[in-house]
């Protein structure tokens, strides 16, 4: 494929987050990062497994995403774990703003990827929290797939 073609190349998930969240709407935004950041994230490494995002000054901001130094970039490497400014719509912050304020719900970003065009951007996902009974029940419906299918192909 010619450069800027395909599919969009996935950098870090956050598998995590279905586990311990109600995921109700993801939206995808921008990332505002430099140039050791994107050179980092080109060799894949990553981990938002711990990132949520937040307002700060009116504007979103991706906190606690860890992407590590870029090895050649000696002195001019950058801060692993700095906030990093989300890219969104106006009207959708002020939406995401509201329903984190008045509603309860979290910012979380379920996945890091470079777009077709080649841009970074962040998945992220307006969610409510999962209770631990919520977690139980999850777990026990997976199970409970999981020896269907058994039974189902004739495996005990």
């Known amino acids: 494929m010619a450069k800027g073609q395909g599919a969009r190349r996935t950098i870090a998930q956050n598998r995590r987050a ?11 935004a921008g990332l505002v990062l430099t140039g050791t950041e994107v ?5 894949g490494r990553a981990n938002i497994n711990e990132a949520y995002a937040g307002e700060m000054g009116g504007e979103l901001w991706l906190f606690n995403a860890h992407i590590p ?13 700095r906030p990093r400014k989300l ?14 304020q008045r509603q309860g719900y979290t910012l979380v970003p379920l996945a890091l990827y470079f777009a077709p065009n080649g841009k970074a951007k962040v998945e992220l996902a307006l969610a ?15 199970e409970w797939r999981r020896e269907k299918e058994r039974l189902l192909r004739g495996r005990i």
């Open 69 to 81: 130094e870029y090895g050649p970039a000696n002195r001019f490497n950058h801060e692993p774990r």
């Open 87 to 100: 890219l969104l719509h106006r009207r959708e912050i002020a939406r995401l703003l509201g329903a984190i």
């Open 18 to 28: 279905f586990h311990d969240y109600h995921i109700e709407d993801r939206l995808e």
């Open 39 to 43: 050179k980092s994230l080109r060799e």
């Open 128 to 142: 409510r929290g999962k209770r631990l009974y919520d977690k139980r029940a999850a777990e026990r419906e997976r």
